[in-house]
């Protein structure tokens, strides 16, 4: 994906299983693909059941007869093995391969994903089928890549899934007086005296151990990963060596895609916004931080390989996407590191679970509905922009959000057990840094910090070993940092530092933590200007709300304090220098406002330019940046609902209309010679 190919892919999940006794409309789709600018096409997710109609007889003449047939029209594929969901003829032999859930209930046969992942016999059916398809289509010509099972997620508590788990605890801590002093089972007398007794959490047994219920996500998802190995295995072994991907998904929490990036040659996900529940700026912006979350997990393009023309069906609510929603979104994802814009589905099922959602085909069949011309018009567009394929984008500034440490705070037991709001928090930073028009990476603990010259770290409740280090480092070497409250609380098995929090960092931070106020829902807090601030952005006042934490300063400088409360004058925001570098404390949970009003400061003492230096940015205007060795592309979208004016960038505009005001959903590309 690092090399330029000189087209964006554009496509989708396409289920000709679906339809193999209606050839006429299997024929009539490759003439509406080409319609719609198509070029790409998913192709066997869930065709399992067609593939191995008994267990050990494959039947692939179907599918053959189908991709050959594609290529014979220009149009690849990207060819999934098909785990996802299994025959019915698989859970009815072997029933081991169905999920016990955490109530230690084996479930029945039915919907998708609920298999067990440790079972043998179905890790043996799933290396054969994915092998057999590796053989047969592993080296047609019209294959591109592999898509390696579909939304990986859920979690079995089988006797076989147990004892794996066991096996993993006691790698994992080698004896039970290690494991009892990591997990602090001494409290409650949970004590551990063999490690036949371990056992996942559940609600009808242990769920008071918060170190249990990290280690068992973390086995979760190292059990996930093995799995997606050994069918990355079954594709080599047969004979391919085609770049693989699976689909990772929205903020999913059951699994952490940090330990799945390194697996995958490309990273891909399902974008599906909720268009106008809220205003479509901010709407935007949560897709945009996903984006460059999925982005930044290998510093390279990425694949969006699931959207949805149209409304879903399985949200609470589908809603239409207003006319140049489509489009704007897909250009959206490309302007943030996509090398694609792909669909579910291409065309409607006729019945069971998605048959309303949204398609490129739907029931009607004919090219003259709204959405499909929408997609058309997309696929213009894709193919105009085919240059920007492969193009990277180089952040100056990241935002950490971590997955490990959001399961942490879940589960952190006060001082706020309703909400903590880690994502909420994460997001402001991610806003107002995407609102001055700088590109942004969005990074877990693990990952390098020196590319960056600004990183905000947002609710570091967790640090993973060595997470303080890097911090200090950071800061030594001259970076700028912006902290804030709930920060270096706990180890990774959740136990509290003693000695002082910020864990490590105190006299980086200029300050220790010493306690933290949790407010009630609609209660708030004000956070107003020190005496003798030295700071222009410190001026007005601020609303704080949900928590408030209170410091005790050493080095560093208050610039804003309490407005009321027992607390109100001690310290709200703190700046600290350290080494060659700075730090921002920010002490609650401050309105957008603030982090509006100190970022603008904070990027240009950082040395960090916005990507429009000419201009002040309108709300609403997304301004992101793709690049190659040769050229910088500038890509501008406008989400505010209203026509911008816009000073023009200098480069070659590839993309837009005559003139310098912006209309609503409309994107602009800026082509910049290096």
Not at 37 to 43: A, P
Not at 175 to 193: G, I, K, M, P
Not at 355 to 368: E, L, Q, R
Request: net charge negative; hydrophobic share 35%.
């Amino acid at each position: 994906m690092k090399e330029s190919t000189g087209k964006l892919l554009h496509g989708g999940d396409y289920n000709p299983e679906q339809w193999l006794d209606h050839p006429k409309i299997l024929e009539k789709d490759t003439e509406r693909f080409k319609e719609a600018g198509i070029n790409t096409v998913s192709l066997g997710i869930f065709s399992w059941a067609f593939l191995e109609p008994e267990e050990g007889v494959y039947r692939f003449d179907w599918m053959e007869k189908i991709i050959n047939h594609l290529y014979e029209n220009g149009i690849s594929v990207i060819l999934a093995t098909p785990s996802g969901a299994r025959p019915r003829w698989l859970a009815e032999k072997y029933p081991e391969v169905l999920r016990v859930n955490s109530r230690r209930e084996r479930e029945l046969f039915g919907r998708r994903h609920n298999h067990c992942l440790t079972s043998p016999v179905y890790r043996e059916k799933v290396y054969q089928i994915d092998y057999q398809l590796s053989r047969r289509f592993g080296r047609h010509p019209a294959v591109r890549m592999w898509h390696i099972s579909n939304e990986y997620g859920g979690e079995c508590h089988c006797p076989l899934c147990q004892e794996a788990f066991r096996g993993w605890i006691r790698k994992r801590y080698q004896t039970t007086e290690r494991l009892n002093s990591r997990w602090c089972t001494a409290f409650w007398s949970h004590v551990y005296t063999d490690f036949s007794q371990v056992e996942s959490p559940s609600p009808l047994g242990e769920d008071s151990i918060q170190a249990l219920d990290l280690d068992w996500k973390r086995f979760v998802t190292e059990q996930t990963v093995d799995f997606m190995r050994q069918e990355i295995c079954a594709v080599r072994d047969g004979g391919s060596d085609l770049p693989v991907t699976t689909n990772l998904m929205y903020d999913f929490e059951g699994l952490d895609y940090a330990r799945m990036a390194p697996e995958l040659d490309v990273i891909s996900w399902d974008n599906y916004p909720t268009w106008h529940k809220a205003d479509d700026w901010t709407i935007a912006l949560d897709a945009c931080m996903q984006h460059d979350l999925m982005r930044s997990l290998k510093r390279q393009p990425f694949l969006l390989i699931e959207s949805c023309p149209g409304a879903t069906n399985w949200q609470s609510v589908s809603h239409l996407p207003a006319p140049g929603i489509h489009k704007a979104a897909g250009l959206m994802a490309v302007a943030h590191g996509s090398d694609s814009v792909m669909y579910f589905q291409l065309r409607q099922s006729r019945g069971s679970e998605e048959k309303f959602h949204g398609a490129v085909i739907d029931h009607y069949g004919g090219n003259d509905t709204r959405m499909f011309r929408e997609v058309c018009d997309t696929g213009e567009t894709l193919e105009k922009l085919g240059e920007l394929a492969g193009t990277e984008t180089r952040a100056r500034a990241a935002v950490v959000y971590d997955t490990e440490n959001k399961w942490a705070i879940k589960g952190s037991k006060g001082p706020r057990n309703k909400n903590m709001y880690y994502k909420e928090t994460v997001f402001k930073s991610y806003r107002a840094l995407r609102e001055q028009g700088v590109d942004v990476d969005v990074i877990n603990e693990t990952q390098d910090l020196t590319p960056y010259r600004f990183v905000a770290a947002p609710m570091v409740y967790l640090f993973r070993e060595g997470f303080e280090r890097k911090l200090r480092e950071y800061v030594e070497q001259g970076g700028t940092l912006f902290a804030t409250y709930w920060s270096g609380v706990v180890d990774e098995n959740d136990r509290c530092y003693l000695g002082g929090t910020p864990h490590g960092l105190m006299d980086v931070f200029g300050l220790r933590a010493e306690e933290i106020d949790g407010l009630y829902d609609g209660e708030t807090n004000g956070i107003v200007p020190a005496d003798g601030t030295t700071s222009g952005a410190a001026g007005g006042r601020y609303s704080c709300a949900h928590l408030c934490e209170l410091v005790k300063p050493t080095t560093a400088e208050t610039l804003m304090v309490y407005e009321n409360h027992f607390y109100g004058g001690m310290p709200a925001l703190l700046k600290n220098r350290y080494g060659k570098g700075t730090v921002y404390y920010l002490c609650a949970d401050a309105e957008q406002r603030l982090y509006d009003s100190f970022y603008p400061e904070i990027l240009r003492e950082a040395g960090v330019r916005p990507l429009l230096e000419d201009m002040r940015i309108p709300k609403g205007l997304s301004v992101t940046s793709r690049e190659n060795e040769t050229y910088r592309y500038l890509i501008l979208q406008n989400f505010s609902g209203e026509e911008q004016n816009v000073l023009c960038p200098a480069g070659e505009k590839i993309l837009g209309g005559e003139g310098n005001r912006i209309s609503p959903l409309e994107t602009w590309v800026f082509r910049q010679k290096k």
